[in-house]
DNA sequence: GGTAGACTACTCGGATACCGTGTGTCCGAGTCCTCGCGG
DNA sequence: CCGCGAGGACTCGGACACACGGTATCCGAGTAGTCTACC
């Protein structure tokens, strides 16, 4: 069980995209020269950003991405969910229902023992995620380093 | 994101185990035919519970597998981390350290704040796993059906 | 000088290959039971 | 009748193919800015 790379690139590029400079679109290109990633594939994770409404995208010059909302808006869950699926890792295939005393008729992903546990374990990973979101990143960022920002939009500049 | 099917076989595979009798051993065949799963495929995974030491595998006529341990001390992170391996799901490739101000003697998985975030949230997810064992799975699946013990006994002998 | 038009450069978006991990299968090593033979 | 030994059957264990999703790349569609020519 491992989650795309993609989810830590999209992670720290909306984070950049928070400090970029208000109404600035930022291009794929920069973000990715920020850590050195591919460009083509940081893209496409950006992509799955906007059809999930995290960010909206601008063609020709002096396009790029932005923030679709206030980053006080965007949930980290908002990102996983974006870039991972919204489907759950544990997937419940019902073998009980080929088991002895199985019934076609009940629903196992709901009466499953099993699957209840692994469910339950799932939403408390969701829900941590969803208690954070990109302005509390930004917070904690900032209380132990407090000239990102200004750093971020510096190094967009030169880009 | 998605873990392996094997995770279902296993965890119900174990719970058939907890509930044969005590010091039988049930080869992986018996196992997989209660759910019409691949034999060989779920050996696959026996072997792996085997080496994480939750069962004991046994060679031969009357062979099989049996649990190396009471219910109650075999939780169902246990099992998951015997299939899944050990590693985290959020993989940190700490591309911080490519970007501005990035420092090459700081570990970046405990210091990124993004990090931080994705490892809390998995931490949240492998206590509620570790607090349920074997035992309390089969305590609630016998409180709605008494008599899935003795089913399964049954069903064991006639295979 | 102002304006309209076409051109160019830039960016996203999706279609297209490549690779690694999970999925599935097979055969060999080891063990126990059983059957036959000898005492 | 009892003990011993060889054979066979059964099971795990790891080595070997296959498939699918994640990884990576490229090229086309669309847009904005700019330059030029004309009014």
Redesign the interface.
């Known amino acids: 069980?491992?989650?795309?790379?993609g989810?830590?690139?999209a992670?720290?590029s909306c984070?950049n995209l928070a400090w970029a400079e208000p109404g600035e679109a930022v291009p794929a290109a920069k973000l990715a020269a920020?850590?050195?990633?591919p460009a083509a594939y940081l893209n496409k994770q950006l992509q799955a950003l906007a059809r999930a409404g995290i960010v909206t995208s601008v063609s020709g010059p002096r396009g790029g991405f932005r923030l679709a909302r206030a980053p006080e808006e965007i949930t980290?869950l908002d990102v996983v969910t974006a870039i991972?699926?919204p489907?759950e890792?544990?997937?419940?295939?019902e073998?009980?229902r080929?088991?002895?005393?199985g019934s076609e008729s009940v629903d196992y992903r709901k009466a499953c023992?099993?699957s209840q546990?692994?469910r339950?374990?799932?939403l408390?990973?969701?829900?941590?995620?969803a208690g954070?979101t990109l302005a509390d990143?930004q917070a904690?960022?900032e209380s132990r380093?407090p000239r990102t920002p200004a750093?971020?939009r510096q190094?967009f500049g030169e880009l």
């Not at 069980?1 to 790379?5: C, H, L, V």
């Not at 890792?89 to 295939?93: D, G, I, V």
């Open positions: 069980m491992q989650m795309g790379e989810v830590e690139w992670l720290h984070l920020f850590y050195d990633l980290v991972e699926g489907q890792a544990f997937r419940c295939q073998i009980l080929r088991g002895p005393g023992v099993v546990t692994m339950g374990a799932e408390a990973w969701r829900k941590e995620l954070q990143l904690r960022v380093s750093m971020t190094r």
